[in-house]
């Protein structure tokens, strides 16, 4: 017996490699996961490169975070769950250590309420407002509440010092909003000291 259905397996498969092979995650660093209709979350295992999942060993977790089956779940599965239970219409959940996005994450002077500007309008479209987490070791999870807080509002955080983590109501639309942060962050430190005009109304 498969431990969970194959269509979402194939997709987090697919997408991880995509990431993976674009540079967008590196390493071992990064985890996905979707939710099934069953209300279980399929997620990646723990230690995984995203280049190279298999679809017969991903893990299976409930809304709590804890392991029902597969390999041992990411460390961030408790951050999964925490999401999931915030954003009832939330189908996927990304985090990546994309670099830009990271390196925004190690600024000095990031508005924790919102760490990147609305360069674009297709960063307006698929991020918007992306408030900045406070520092924890990946897997602490004292970043819980805080991430269930902040996902309650907002589709999209960064954690510092660390990365984004970014859900959508498919993991198609998530990928694709994780994608346009890292784009975005990448553009805020191309135009670092130079004078920006935002996109559209800046309120
Ligand atoms: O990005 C990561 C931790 O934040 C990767 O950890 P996992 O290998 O446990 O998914
Ligand atoms: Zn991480």
Redesign the pocket.
């Known amino acids: 017996m498969t431990p969970h259905p194959a269509e979402p397996a194939a997709q987090l498969v697919a997408t991880g490699r995509s990431l993976f092979d674009r540079g967008r995650?590196h390493g071992?660093?990064?985890?996905l996961s979707v939710r099934l209709p069953d209300g279980r979350v399929l997620v990646?295992?723990?230690?995984?490169s995203l280049g190279a999942l298999d679809p017969e060993a991903l893990a299976v977790i409930d809304r709590e975070g804890r392991h029902l089956a597969g390999p041992r779940?990411?460390?961030?599965?408790f951050?999964h769950a925490a999401v999931y239970r915030a954003r009832p219409e939330a189908g996927a959940v990304v985090?990546?250590?994309a670099t830009h996005a990271v390196a925004v994450s190690c600024l000095a002077d990031v508005d924790p309420a919102d760490a990147l500007p609305p360069l674009t309008a297709y960063y307006r479209m698929r991020v918007g407002r992306l408030p900045l987490l406070p520092y924890h070791a990946?897997?602490d999870l004292a970043l819980g509440p805080l991430a269930e807080a902040a996902a309650a509002d907002h589709h999209a955080f960064l954690?510092a010092n660390?990365?984004p983590v970014v859900a959508g109501p498919s993991l198609a639309a998530a990928t694709d909003a994780a994608e346009e942060l890292e784009e975005t962050a990448r553009l805020h430190l191309l135009l670092h000291g130079h004078r920006v005009r935002l996109a559209g109304p800046t309120n």
């Open positions: 995650t071992s660093t990064g985890n990646t295992p723990t230690g995984a779940p990411t460390k961030e599965a951050l985090h990546l250590h990946p897997g954690l660390h990365g």
